[in-house]
């Protein structure tokens, strides 16, 4: 149900400068998702009656890449006025006039916060009646977070931003986690009272607490004992870190779901990964995107794969897939290469040194080795034979192969597309196949041998084929000649 009285603002207007990149900090991954896409994703659990977002630094790109994965989400834009406080004043100005609940406000970049942490913070505002409530945290290097300034019976005094804390200011351990919980019209009395004069000539968010502290409104704060949650990314070896703590955090949640896991530390699951109970996950293995796992499958070692589906009891070894379905007991690998469009039937294989893309291939199915299968509609219960080649470029389109029910192909066969294999029929060894074969029929490919009897010791004087050539030419000579004396 939607909570009328919550108002999400996230705050990713910020330009990330420390993390020296072309690309907008907050949208920086981790866990398969964007860092500011985390926060909405939490934010989304919690069912509030709105959620904005406010941009500002490369505005179209961040702007663009939030609507296309959340959008119901509103964008809101910053102008040229800096600072947190600005940002979340032209939230709160796009909040319909007589909105008059509570403000929940999170940072983009602050990436592991979990609803569980957010709604307890929100039930400590609620209960206490405070003006505002914020997340601290204890951190044993507090560099580059705000320090909460404490007053002497304990309450929160005001918030100092690092490059204007004191010696002593900068010393306290207490760190703002950037998230706030304000009544929603008090932001709107004091956030323009806010002024600009701070080391950074910026609106500080932060400043609105001492001007409540001034007109003796409570401002409580709740300290996290999970400093996961309050780890902010501000540079690539901090998105480095939250992306290890996220993953150790997925591993342990599907640990505790059934799934064995057998290398923590070599293995990477993104957060939309599904998996079922008695799941095997083997050493260096990323699981990546929407992938899901149905019960009892084995994965890896060494294999990636990207938004697939892999049925129960499967099999996917030292194997790169992406956009693939893979049926119950079919085996995969090892060293093989499916890309997108790729679907193998229930116990079907797919194995070493095979490459697939948009084929199908039915029930039972088999492309054990050396293969490359394109374009191609392969029924149930086929064999291709080693080195098998669906050639489906002409050098302007592509073109597709049909192979029927039970076909048997030989080794090293080229199927030039486009061209129909009927149910039942064989090919047969070196076959190049460019006619449709019949359903039962043989399919040859045949050329005269022809044999240049001394061809490499007349071309190939004085090599070691030569010379292996003309012993070996004598010596069946002699043999020749044993055999005719003893007739």
């Given at each position: 149900m939607t909570e009328n009285n919550l108002a999400i603002v996230v705050l990713a207007a910020g330009?990330?400068?420390?993390?020296?990149?072309?690309?907008?900090?907050?949208?920086?991954?981790?866990?398969?998702?964007?860092?500011?896409?985390?926060?909405?994703?939490?934010?989304?659990?919690?069912?509030?009656?709105?959620?904005?977002?406010?941009?500002?630094?490369?505005?179209?790109?961040?702007?663009?890449?939030?609507?296309?994965?959340?959008?119901?989400?509103?964008?809101?834009?910053q102008d040229d006025i800096p600072g947190t406080g600005r940002a979340v004043q032209v939230a709160v100005d796009a909040l319909p006039a007589d909105y008059d609940g509570d403000v929940l406000v999170l940072s983009g970049d602050v990436p592991l916060l979990d609803d569980a942490t957010l709604t307890t913070l929100l039930d400590a505002h609620r209960t206490t009646g405070a003006a505002a409530t914020l997340l601290s945290a204890i951190l044993a290097d507090p560099t580059g977070y705000g320090r909460i300034i404490r007053d002497a019976d304990g309450n929160v005094a005001r918030i100092v931003e690092q490059k204007d804390a004191t010696?002593?200011?900068?010393?306290?351990?207490?760190?703002?986690?950037?998230?706030?919980?304000?009544?929603?019209?008090?932001?709107?009395?004091?956030?323009?009272?806010v002024g600009m004069a701070n080391a950074q000539g910026e609106m500080y968010l932060t400043d609105v607490i001492g001007l409540l502290r001034g007109a003796d409104q409570r401002i409580s704060a709740a300290i996290t004992d999970d400093l996961q949650v309050a780890l902010g990314v501000n540079d690539r070896a901090q998105l480095a870190?939250?992306?290890?703590?996220?993953?150790?955090?997925?591993?342990?949640?599907?640990?505790?779901?059934?799934?064995?896991?057998?290398?923590?530390?070599?293995?990477?699951?993104?957060?939309?990964?599904?998996?079922?109970?008695?799941?095997?996950?083997?050493?260096?293995?990323?699981?990546?995107?929407?992938?899901?796992?149905?019960?009892?499958?084995?994965?890896?070692?060494?294999?990636?794969?990207?938004?697939?589906?892999?049925?129960?009891?499967?099999?996917?070894?030292?194997?790169?897939?992406t956009l693939a379905v893979i049926?119950?007991?079919?085996?995969?690998?090892?060293?093989?290469?499916?890309?997108?469009?790729?679907?193998?039937?229930?116990?079907?294989?797919?194995?070493?040194?095979?490459?697939?893309?948009?084929?199908?291939?039915?029930?039972?199915?088999?492309?054990?080795?050396?293969?490359?299968?394109?374009?191609?509609?392969?029924?149930?219960?086929?064999?291709?034979?080693?080195?098998?080649?669906?050639?489906?470029?002409?050098?302007?389109?592509k073109h597709r192969t049909e192979i029927g029910d039970e076909v048997h192909t030989g080794s090293h066969n080229v199927f030039v597309a486009p061209v129909t294999i009927g149910a039942g029929a064989k090919t047969g060894a070196g076959a190049v196949i460019r006619k449709d074969v019949p359903p039962g029929a043989l399919a040859l490919s045949v050329a005269p041998q022809r044999n240049v009897e001394g061809w490499v010791e007349n071309n190939r004087q004085g090599t070691k084929a030569a010379d292996a050539a003309l012993a070996a030419r004598t010596a069946q000579k002699a043999a020749d000649g044993w055999q005719e004396e003893d007739r």
């Open positions: 330009q990330g400068t420390r993390m020296k990149s072309r690309t907008p900090k907050v949208l920086h991954r981790i866990g398969g998702r964007t860092l500011v896409g985390h926060v909405i994703t939490t934010a989304q659990h919690l069912n509030a009656a709105h959620i904005e977002v406010v941009v500002r630094h490369d505005r179209d790109r961040v702007a663009a890449d939030i609507s296309q994965t959340y959008p119901d989400v509103t964008i809101v834009d010696p002593a200011e900068a010393a306290v351990d207490e760190i703002n986690a950037g998230v706030y919980v304000f009544q929603a019209t008090l932001l709107r009395e004091y956030l323009p009272q870190e939250a992306g290890d703590l996220l993953r150790r955090r997925i591993i342990r949640h599907w640990q505790r779901e059934g799934v064995t896991v057998v290398d923590p530390g070599s293995t990477w699951i993104d957060d939309d990964v599904t998996l079922a109970a008695d799941v095997t996950v083997l050493p260096n293995t990323q699981l990546l995107g929407a992938t899901t796992i149905a019960a009892g499958a084995t994965i890896g070692p060494d294999t990636t794969l990207v938004d697939c589906e892999v049925g129960e009891d499967a099999t996917v070894r030292r194997t790169d897939a049926g119950a007991r079919a085996t995969v690998g090892p060293w093989s290469y499916l890309r997108a469009g790729t679907v193998l039937g229930d116990d079907g294989k797919i194995g070493t040194f095979v490459e697939t893309k948009n084929s199908t291939i039915g029930e039972g199915s088999k492309v054990p080795h050396l293969s490359y299968v394109g374009d191609t509609t392969i029924g149930r219960g086929v064999n291709l034979g080693a080195g098998a080649i669906t050639a489906n470029y002409d050098d302007i389109a």
